[in-house]
């Protein structure tokens, strides 16, 4: 370092000097491109219509999770490809990353509220953006490495990212259409409902292109049994196996497999390859997008609007976001969007297996697996136009009327669907039951409009109840029912799905001829539960020797999950009708 007098101060070259310049320039390099006012639009900037593709492309990958039922039961069987193997996830395991990225999601979106209107729209979607496709990434190696922790941390970073990237857009387009609330925060969330339509067959397309399929021993092969697994000898070596029976390969969507035995862990199901380049798509989205968006200049009206004839609260008027918690309001809205989401989030978490479960046996020419898929992305197709539909219907007859709809309709929807499945079920050769099927997925598309609806609808009915000064953040407080439905909604349905499969499994244990059983599995009933455990005894495998006549469960097993649904949403529909104007005395300039 050099020091030069000129007078009395001293000139300093290099050292520390050097780096204050450096952090200077960097320091303006990011005020200037990624500060809070480097978003906001120039006055002659007229196209406000043009910043719903950023808006939406953003919340098309945010919106991933909705198809991740895709994926459930392929990575629930990375081991055995064609059935799962002792060491493969159990269903319940491979579907709550969904429920991670959700969740962790409503919890970031509520921490870092008041830190994305600190920074701005453009540092908040980079961060998310860079955080979802890190994500992806990382969830892709998991399955690879076959570590769930690895999984479940990818997912945790993905809601994460996905918190901190979902309201802004949602904030922009409000501040950009104060004339259209719903319908402005509707076509931007109807993108993040309409993630399962591009994930799906995404997902469908790269599993295709990197699976391998493992080898196929044939259908008679000398097999031992230990501690409830299947071994069979390949070259000098036992190796581990699975049984595919016909039922099994009804699931796949892989072609050239043929019931018998499969080696485990001699395929892929390209699962993970699929996450990485899904991570690597959905990064590029998002911190493209942050580039491109933009909000209005402060006391932007749009040209024909007069917010003094508007209806809702003033616009000088908001309760602050710190002020939310004290309104009973928040609660009752809370609590019954939850209860409200919670089938619909059940629904999508197990779509594609459980329509598998339910109707595959039955009906196998009409619901395969393309029809599996097919019906998940009608799914997502309910949940886009349900956040299209129900906002623009809101901007009509208001929110509150629009949330008894939503409450009141759910409830006989779930209550019937056990109705039409047993229709199916019990006669599915009658002219009759193919109109049941397409009953019940209309039915369950509905119930996942109105839950798409309802994440549609809420920020304009924060906005109406508190004011649209801090509805990022307020919104972001409203997340966590996001959060808490989609935790809530899998683990139930789940739970009630597992004990509905023990219970009849244990049902046909006590029908199936125990000599054929022995013949079968290798061992007597009594050491069933190691063979449970194992994954080596389940309904498929157990139904192929039972007595003629026997009705197969699988298909019933979610019956007592939808009445449950049924009775929380009309709790929901109870608090809903509690719902009143906020208090004067919480609004402030």
């Known amino acids: 370092m050099r020091i030069l007098l000129v007078g009395k101060r001293p000139l300093i070259y290099g050292g520390k000097t050097r780096l204050c310049r450096f952090a200077s320039s960097s320091s303006g390099f990011m005020e200037k491109y990624f500060g809070p006012e480097s978003s906001i639009a120039s006055p002659d900037f007229k196209n406000r219509w043009s910043m719903f593709v950023p808006a939406f492309a953003t919340h098309v990958c945010l919106g991933s999770p909705y198809g991740w039922s895709a994926i459930s039961g392929t990575i629930n069987k990375e081991l055995g490809f064609v059935a799962p193997a002792s060491a493969d996830w159990s269903l319940d395991m491979c579907t709550y990353p969904m429920s991670i990225m959700i969740a962790f999601g409503g919890i970031a979106a509520a921490v870092f509220g008041k830190w994305t209107m600190k920074v701005g729209t453009r540092k908040a979607l980079f961060c998310g953006g860079s955080l979802l496709g890190t994500a992806f990434l990382l969830s892709g190696i998991g399955v690879a490495q076959h570590s769930l922790p690895l999984l479940y941390m990818g997912n945790l970073l993905a809601g994460i990212g996905y918190g901190c990237a979902y309201t802004p857009p949602i904030q922009a387009l409000l501040e950009w259409f104060p004339d259209k609330k719903g319908t402005a925060s509707g076509i931007v969330i109807a993108g993040f409902g309409s993630g399962a339509l591009f994930f799906t067959p995404m997902m469908n397309h790269f599993i295709q292109t990197f699976s391998k ?96 004839t508007a209806g809702g609260t003033s616009s000088d008027l908001n309760v602050h976001v710190n002020d939310l918690l004290k309104t009973p309001q928040f609660w009752l809205l809370f609590s019954s969007s939850t209860l409200l989401c919670t089938g619909g989030m059940g629904l999508m978490s197990v779509a594609k297996p459980m329509i598998n479960d339910v109707f595959a046996t039955s009906m196998p020419a009409i619901v395969t697996t393309s029809f599996a898929s097919s019906y998940l992305m009608a799914m997502a197709a309910g949940n886009l ?189 109870v608090l809903h009708f509690m719902v009143k104007p906020v208090e004067k005395k919480f609004f402030k300039k």
């Open 213 to 308: 399929l493992p080898t196929y021993l044939g259908n008679s092969v000398e097999t031992v049994m230990e501690s409830g697994k299947i071994f069979a000898k390949v070259g000098d070596e036992l190796k581990e196996v699975v049984y595919a029976t016909s039922a099994d390969l009804a699931k796949l969507s892989f072609s050239g497999l043929s019931e018998g035995f499969y080696v485990v862990g001699s395929g892929s199901t390209g699962a993970a390859e699929g996450l990485m380049c899904m991570g690597l798509i959905y990064g590029l989205t998002v911190m493209g997008s942050s580039l491109i968006i933009r909000r209005p200049a402060p006391g932007y009206i749009p040209e024909g609007y007069d917010p003094s």
């Open 385 to 573: 136009g349900g956040r299209l539909g129900w906002a623009a219907i809101s901007d009509k007859i208001g929110c509150r009327n629009t949330f008894n709809i939503f409450t009141l309709s759910s409830v006989p929807i779930f209550a019937t669907l056990p109705f039409f499945i047993n229709e199916v079920v019990t006669n599915p050769t009658s002219s009759i039951a193919p109109v049941y099927l397409g009953v019940f997925c209309a039915a369950t598309v509905a119930s996942i409009s109105v839950m798409g609806g309802t994440f549609a609808v809420l920020p304009a009915y924060e906005a109406g109840l508190y004011g649209s000064k801090y509805v990022q953040a307020i919104h972001g407080r409203f997340l966590l029912a996001a959060t808490t439905s989609t935790i809530v909604g899998p683990y139930l349905l789940l739970t009630l799905r597992k004990m509905a499969e023990s219970s009849a499994i244990q049902e046909l244990l006590e029908k199936v001829d125990p000599i054929k059983f022995a013949e079968h599995f290798g061992t007597n009933i009594a050491q069933s539960q190691t063979l449970i455990e194992a994954k080596t005894l389940t309904i498929s495998k157990l139904m192929t020797i039972m007595p003629a006549g026997t009705v197969d469960p699988s298909p019933f097993i979610y019956n007592n999950t939808m009445y449950t649904m049924a009775g929380l949403v009309g709790t929901g529909a």
